[in-house]
């Protein structure tokens, strides 16, 4: 058939999964553990709900701080390759780059109706991001929380996996969400849920256990990128910032014992364990010298695997450019009705007439 289909009103506990990565800097563990992992987790549970998995990765954001264009192509297709490389799957999910899709801007400006400025001026992404500039503070870094909730709500997603630093931005999605129904039509969007993982959600710098590992702040002693080899790996993790207890002691107090329980955080997660079981297989531990050849061990384990398949894959940029170019038509299958129903709703545009 030609033309979008109309697409049913939303069911309310959809297992739609939709979420957007940047294309900037080097990924880092917790980028990995808080992120990444978790797509391929709910890239599962979506094709066993048979529903679908949507993953964005958003150049249009990308563009709301002081960037270089040439660079930004290069760091999406490293990005490509980083998802791919570790298990998000063309096959059982759909990749693809925001700016190919141009429903996203279109529903963020749809969408800026019914999005309070005074929401948008209480961002802490914002306030932090603003004070990072030193040139110009755009209107688009103000406005990216639109353009985030437009992701998210032109596929009328039900699921949003997302490190812990997205809360905010979730709930003014769902607010924006709410607030669109309430005035143009009930069901019209799906109001999305935050997926933040219980354990992961927050890695900690290597050398400052007490601040967020980061892509702006802090140095690279401090975070492990996806990429790093296995010898550099072992060197970071070997000189992260423990306790000084005496006797030392293996024990999971995020407040007491910042560094010694992201270490244990970072086992569990990279074992596949509760961080129960990582203090217990440490009970005979001499020291935290084995806590941290034990975490090593299991970080390379999990990323081994990640590191080989994406040198194949960032290699070849045309794969990576046709990839992404099947996922933005399958992803405008889905966006485009959602627009459609927005636009009629909100009286944008000509009428339209009910198909039968
Ligand atoms: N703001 C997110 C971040 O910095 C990235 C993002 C953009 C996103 N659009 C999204 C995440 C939609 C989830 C859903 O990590």
Partial sequence: SCGPRRVLRHNPTS????????????????NYIGA??????????????????????????????AYDPPVLRERLYDTA????????????????RQGDVPEHTELSWLLSAVTAHGDLNRMHQFK??????????????????????????????????????????????RDIAERFNARFGEGLLVVPEGRIPEVGARIMDLQEPTRKMSTTVGTDEGRVYVLDEAKVVE?????????????PRIA???????????LLEILAVCRGTRVGEAVASLADARGYGDLKAATADAVNAEL????????????????LEATLAAGADRAREIAAPVLADVRAAMGVGPAVRQRA
Wanted: charged residues 30%.
């Fill in 304 to 319: 081994g695997p990640v590191r080989e398949r994406y040198a194949e894959l960032r290699a070849d940029e045309d794969a």
């Fill in 36 to 65: 990444i992992r978790q797509y391929v987790v709910s890239q599962e549970r979506a094709v066993q709900a048979g529903d679908e998995a949507i993953f964005c990765i958003v150049d249009l954001h990308a563009t709301t701080v």
């Fill in 128 to 173: 932090e991001k603003s004070a990072q500039q030193r040139e110009l503070i755009s209107a688009g870094l103000f406005f990216y929380p639109v353009l985030m909730a437009a992701d998210v709500l032109a596929y009328r997603a039900g699921e949003v996996p997302v490190g812990d630093d997205q809360r905010q931005h979730i709930e003014l999605m």
């Fill in 252 to 262: 999971f107090d995020p407040e007491g014992k910042p560094g010694v329980s992201n």
């Fill in 81 to 96: 390759a980083v998802l791919l490389a570790a298990g998000l799957d063309p096959d059982r999910c759909i990749l693809f």
């Fill in 15 to 30: 297992m739609r999964v939709f979420s957007g990565i940047q294309p900037t800097g080097r990924k880092h563990l917790g």
């Fill in 235 to 247: 060197k970071k993790i070997k000189r992260a910032v423990t306790d000084s207890e005496d006797p």
